[in-house]
């Protein structure tokens, strides 16, 4: 599944054809260090929480993130999906980095 073309396709279009894709760039890329809650994505990523919300919601959609628990004691991860296509995020995240 590695180097999936389709899967490519969807990570050019969240992180770069979309607004919001650098904030979901960085979102994510504090998740594949370490799990987090939204209230400290928040505030780690110095963004309010609301738009938080929303940038998690969009990657959720999209079988980047994963959450476990409910309510206020959700968690973040990276997905299984995310994990098998890390080396073409990688590639985005640098050529967007770079810009």
């Given at each position: ?13 969240v ?5 919001g894709?650098l904030?979901r ?11 987090l ?6 505030k ?14 969009v ?9 476990v628990?409910?309510k206020y ?12 296509n ?10 967007l980095e770079?810009?």
């Open positions: 599944m590695a180097n999936d073309p389709y899967a490519k396709r969807l990570l050019w279009f992180f770069a054809g979309s607004r894709g904030n760039l960085r979102l994510v890329s504090i998740l594949k260090n370490t799990p809650n939204a209230n400290q994505l928040a780690e990523m110095g963004l309010d929480y609301k738009a938080i919300q929303h940038h998690v919601r990657l959720e959609k999209n079988n980047i993130v994963t959450k628990g409910e004691n959700v968690t973040y991860f990276v997905s299984n999906f995310l994990e098998a890390m080396e073409s995020f990688d590639e985005i995240a640098g050529k770079s810009k």
